[in-house]
């Protein structure tokens, strides 16, 4: 994992609190652009819908990876590394 700066990690807290305040009991989460999430879930019949947050490219795989180790969330499985957007699913 990269070593980020103070500004930098003053950033990524804010994202995590901004979802934080959106997950629920069961949600998945994970990093992916908008439009290619979309197609995914449409072409595997996935009926859930998912709620996205902006967030810059580097910062996607630390906020992911915190959700998933330090508040138990699973892991979509189809989440990528350096994107756009995280992504909840529930």
């Known amino acids: 994992m990269p070593q980020f700066n103070p500004k930098q990690v003053e950033e990524i807290n804010g994202i995590i609190e901004t979802i934080k305040k959106s997950v629920k009991k069961g949600s998945e989460i994970g990093a992916r652009e908008k439009t ?3 197609a995914l879930l449409r072409a595997n019949k996935i009926e859930k819908k998912a709620k996205h947050f902006p967030c810059i490219r580097e910062y996607s795989s630390a906020i992911v990876s915190h959700f998933v180790k ?18 909840l699913i529930d």
Do not use: D, H, R, V
């Open 36 to 38: 290619t999430l979309s």
């Open 70 to 87: 330090e508040e138990g969330l699973k892991l979509n499985k189809f989440s990528m590394n350096l994107q756009t957007s995280i992504y």
